[in-house]
């Protein structure tokens, strides 16, 4: 039952994402813009200007893009118009009511080379052009 305890382990522990998070926010150059989408990149050298979704430009020399920490890609807007057809693992598995975690059943269910399913064949081809990697 290996999902079972994966499942656990998501829940109880420090996750990745939130320790590498830790680690890199005690460095006084680092900064996170959480919920805040990309509208345009160019570059003037020797900067990266981000111009965001709410209009903010930011100017650094090194740029690292996230997801982010929730895992939804109903929010997504990448994935506009075929997110909703993407196959997820609360499609493929229902965990008995006391491993339930609503979180998990977000993740995309990916193929083995970590590419998009989807929940009906043949409803979203573009899917299996995309991974999560």
């Known amino acids: 039952m290996a999902l079972a305890h994966y499942a656990l382990l998501f829940y109880y522990s420090d996750t990745t994402s939130r320790g590498s ?13 959480f919920g805040c989408g990309i509208e345009k990149i160019r570059i003037e050298e020797p900067e990266v200007v981000i111009t965001t979704q709410q209009g903010k430009q930011v100017r650094c020399d090194f740029l690292i893009l996230g997801t982010g920490f929730e895992i ?5 807007t990448e994935l506009a118009g075929y997110a909703d057809r ?10 008995p009511a006391e491993l339930q975690h609503e979180e998990l059943g977000n993740f995309p269910y990916v193929d083995r ?6 929940r009906e064949p043949g409803a979203a081809p573009l899917a299996a052009q995309y991974s999560l990697l």
Not at 72 to 76: F, T
Not at 113 to 118: G, L, M, P, V, Y
Request: no cysteine; net charge neutral.
């Open 113 to 118: 080379d970590f590419t998009f399913q989807e």
């Open 72 to 76: 939804d890609p109903l929010a997504r």
């Open 86 to 95: 993407i196959l997820l693992w609360r499609d493929r598995y229902q965990p």
């Open 21 to 33: 998070t830790l680690r890199v926010s005690r460095h006084d150059n680092a900064y996170f813009h």
